[in-house]
């Protein structure tokens, strides 16, 4: 038995869709057979090669994809719940995290596991031996021993569920890092998959107002869609006008926070200027190594701001947006936002358009 699996050679050239054979689960293993992966901000870097998979002990060929959803298909011997104890069975929905902590490095067992020195992550792992399937461009995606899952209920569809284990539990992982709680203000910079997810969870969770900005006139139509109050354009606008509209939307203060998930440096220093005093930059978007900008610390000095980093998530934060789209998939056009969908053999056209940014996620769709 045979599966596809879309390889990455090289950075920099079109990836190859090959076959492998579909491996058989370890004791504490699980095969998941996946039937939708978005591609994401970073899979698109590494495919450019502007994100350097290497620099974090990536092997090559590799599988890249990580935004994925899918079916248990089989379970190693051992396994009989998911990570919260629900019963598990080949065919149930599942999510789950592309990466796994090793458990016993000092930053997993001083509580801080996302600095984890051992992570096993998708997209780093050789595509060239078992368990071939590293990567959600693919038709199945392997989980070793004790990797954390999730079943999900089966009337929750895969296009509203698929950017829950990327891009939805990074910006609930970061809300939570930064105390984001209702009642209080929120600027987002830039409306691809992480700005309309953090719209939407600022939205519901009752902060307001959420001000969105962008350059792209459909991505700020489908803020609103997803919770916007505010819609900014940056290519209508002057920063000096921008800083003037979120100042006056609140109050004259600035706002309480703002999180930038533009991946251009250029979005930080004006930010920080929309920052009220003692306010918080929640910084996700900028992954790319070496990109610089040019920064007056002294504004975040006097005015008390806190910078906060954030990467990767711990599992609470999957659990958190499995519950929020249970709660609120049918609110927001979840399902709108990977309206863009190619079969896995298509993939390297899906990426040129990921990359042209025209739709905020694509999403490939296996049979
Ligand atoms: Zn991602
Ligand atoms: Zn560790």
Redesign the pocket.
Known sequence: MYGRAAVLEQPGHDVVVREFPVPEPEPGAILVRLTQCNI????VHAWRGDFQLKELGGELPTVLG??MTGEAFRLGSGVATDSLGQPLAPGDRVVFP?FTFCGRCPSCTNGFPIGCRHLRMAMLSGADRFPYFVGGFADYFYLPPAHPIIKIPRDLPETVVAGAN??LA?ICYGFHRAGLVGGKSLVVQGAGGLGLYATALANARGLAPVIVIDAVTSRLELARAFGADIVVNLRETTPTERRRLVSEATGGLGADFVVDVTGNPAAIPEGLGMLRVGGKYLEIGSINRGQTVPLDPSRIVFGNKTVIGVSLYELFALVEAVQFLIRYGSRYPFAEMTATTFPLERVNEALRLADGRGAPRVALRMP
């Open positions: 994401c901000g970073s899979d990580h935004e592309y990327c891009a990074q």
